[in-house]
């Protein structure tokens, strides 16, 4: 036993001097919240009102999922049948249960032959921020799509987001926000309103306020994509 002491010690000066090694990035939190996205069009052979009773059992039996936070389905304003759903889910795991519960779902086949099938693949992004200012109904649903201009890191955009969150504290109507980011790069703001009216007096307002301005310069306009609609009761 002493002699394995001894060359323990020996060997201390030697293990001192070698180069630390890197220590794994830890992996995401699965009960971070995700943000599921996705554009529903009609098929041809679907009448807005088949449409409208489909999407209406899907999204019951959507919230019915272990993990389900929150569903908002909106009429999107550029027509031409599209519906947007926007469900926030506990964690990846939730969401990844529910797809696989649905699969199969009465109630989800209906919704898929309701619409058009290129239109049911759906963008997962994780929750980096959230806001809320008003506990009231969502009147109109702002769906931002955007890439970071060329340069601008996670960090600083982050950064410029929560600089301008007393911009977007103090506007009218504006009923909360969060921000999501996905794996390939792309981000989503995620804006509640209370009405469609609210949004139109206020929300190109909000650009002209010097923190919001100063994190949407550090956005890319060529890579950046609105979504909005009025919230289907």
């Given at each position: 036993?002493?002699?394995?002491?001894?060359?323990?010690?020996?060997?201390?000066?030697?293990?001192?001097?070698?180069?630390?090694?890197?220590?794994?990035?830890?992996?995401?939190?699965?009960?971070?919240?995700?943000?599921?996205?996705?554009?529903?069009?009609?098929?041809?052979?679907?009448?807005?009102?088949?449409?409208?009773?489909?999407?209406?059992?899907?999204?019951?039996?959507?919230?019915?999922?272990?993990?389900?936070?929150?569903?908002?389905?909106?009429?999107?304003?550029?027509?031409?049948?599209?519906?947007?759903?926007?469900?926030?889910?506990?964690?990846?795991?939730?969401?990844?249960?529910?797809?696989?519960?649905?699969?199969?779902?009465?109630?989800?086949?209906?919704?898929?032959?309701?619409?058009?099938p290129e239109q049911h693949s759906a963008a997962h992004f994780r929750q980096l921020r959230t806001q809320t200012y008003h506990d009231a109904p969502c009147g109109h649903l702002?769906?931002?799509?955007?890439?970071?201009?060329?340069?601008?890191?996670?960090?600083?955009?982050?950064?410029?987001?929560?600089?301008?969150?007393?911009?977007?504290?103090?506007?009218?109507?504006?009923?909360?926000?969060?921000?999501?980011?996905?794996?390939?790069?792309?981000?989503?703001?995620?804006?509640?309103?209370?009405?469609?009216?609210?949004?139109?007096?206020?929300?190109?307002?909000?650009?002209?306020?010097?923190?919001?301005?100063?994190?949407?310069?550090?956005?890319?306009?060529?890579?950046?994509?609105?979504?909005?609609?009025?919230?289907?009761?």
């Amino acid at each position: 036993m002493r002699l394995r002491s001894s060359a323990l010690l020996l060997l201390l000066p030697v293990l001192a001097g070698l180069p630390t090694l890197p220590q794994p990035t830890p992996a995401p939190r699965v009960d971070t919240p995700i943000l599921e996205f996705v554009r529903d069009r009609a098929a041809a052979t679907a009448d807005a009102t088949a449409l409208a009773t489909a999407a209406k059992a899907f999204d019951a039996t959507l919230a019915k999922c272990d993990g389900h936070g929150a569903t908002w389905r909106a009429t999107a304003v550029d027509g031409g049948g599209i519906t947007l759903r926007a469900t926030r889910w506990n964690s990846v795991e939730a969401a990844e249960a529910a797809a696989l519960q649905l699969d199969g779902d009465a109630t989800a086949k209906a919704f898929a032959g309701a619409t058009m099938p290129e239109q049911h693949s759906a963008a997962h992004f994780r929750q980096l921020r959230t806001q809320t200012y008003h506990d009231a109904p969502c009147g109109h649903l702002e769906v931002v799509v955007f890439r970071t201009r060329p340069g601008v890191t996670r960090e600083a955009n982050l950064q410029k987001f929560d600089a301008a969150e007393a911009d977007f504290a103090q506007g009218k109507g504006l009923l909360g926000h969060s921000l999501w980011l996905a794996p390939d790069g792309h981000w989503v703001h995620l804006l509640l309103w209370a009405s469609a009216d609210d949004y139109a007096k206020t929300g190109k307002a909000l650009f002209a306020k010097p923190g919001v301005g100063g994190w949407i310069r550090s956005l890319d306009f060529q890579r950046f994509v609105v979504h909005r609609g009025d919230v289907v009761r």
